[in-house]
């Protein structure tokens, strides 16, 4: 016997690589402009005597800015360590059943992380030929029920009717909404946490306002749903979000301008590289995030979808382009290409016309 007998093993989530140095970066759907200005303003003025203290446990700065730009109260929101922590904590809080959690068969792959480390039953749901959900399939019984909107890594956005018919059919299940791709064109579901008790909104900073760094994310629920959360929070870690991050929170939430600023670019240049990518020959469907998700039908005698994404991946990494792969059934034939500068796209659309 070892104490190998009691450990929780788990297969860890595998984030997209940091290459360190030069190199075109478009394998994280990081933003690539800096943060507002104002977020530097305010972390230059802040008093490092401060980090004596522990942080405000509440957040309630930051939560009192997230409430005021969403036109909600206080007691609609919860904040975390990005949204991945926020996530990990709904779960936690929300999926509690015996019967089996649900979610799309392709999405973000840290779901059935989340769903193995917690031990919670889950069953993941094929999605259409074209990347589409059915809402059908989710009116069947279940623990409780995450869905990604617009989805991750295809980018496709469902309509609030078809997430609210989800939500509609299933009062006994918590449905949670992870918006971390709205800002860049989606229409959300936000409204609808005032008509239904179960469904909790995610959103994060580290997209659409520059700060993956930084780790902000944050919840919008009915005041008793927050409530839950805020309660295991404070019997995990009462001090989860760090003096810096709720002093750089506020301020990038005050920056309304900046904020459409830099979304309007990254919405501007991914129409033009949808252009672009099709004249290459490239197909993807209707992106409304911060990445394209492309497929080819390749270009040389034999070469199949995924042998030509591989391919490809592989010699734009030997050319310092970073772009996100994943070998996986049914999304093996697909790049997931980050939107950067225009001037990245550039190069990286001249590289893409030498490869193909
Ligand atoms: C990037 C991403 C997250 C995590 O974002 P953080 O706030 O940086 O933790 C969550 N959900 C989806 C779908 C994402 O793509």
Redesign the pocket.
Known sequence: MSYEANVRKVIPYTPGEQPEGKVIKLN??ECPYPPSPKVEKALKAMDTDTLRKYPDPLCGGLVSAIALYYGLEKENVFVG???????SMCFLTFFNAAKPILFPDI??S?YDVWAEVYRIPFRTVPLREDFTLDPEDYMTENGGIVI?NP???TGILESPYVIEDIIKANPDSMVIV?E??IDFGGATVLPLIKKYENLVV??????SRAM?GM???YVFGNPKAIKYLNDVKYSVNSYTMNTPSLIAGIAAMEDDAYFEEITGKVIATREWVKKELKSLGFFFGDSK?NFIFAGHEGTRPGESRAAFAERIFLSLKERNIYVRYFKKPRIDGYLRISMGTDEEMRVLLDILKELI
């Open positions: 994280t759907n360590v990005g949204s991945d922590d926020v996530l999405t973000y840290f990604a989805n991750a890594p992870d971390a791709y995610v959103r994060t900073m580290s997209k993956a780790r902000v994310g995030t």
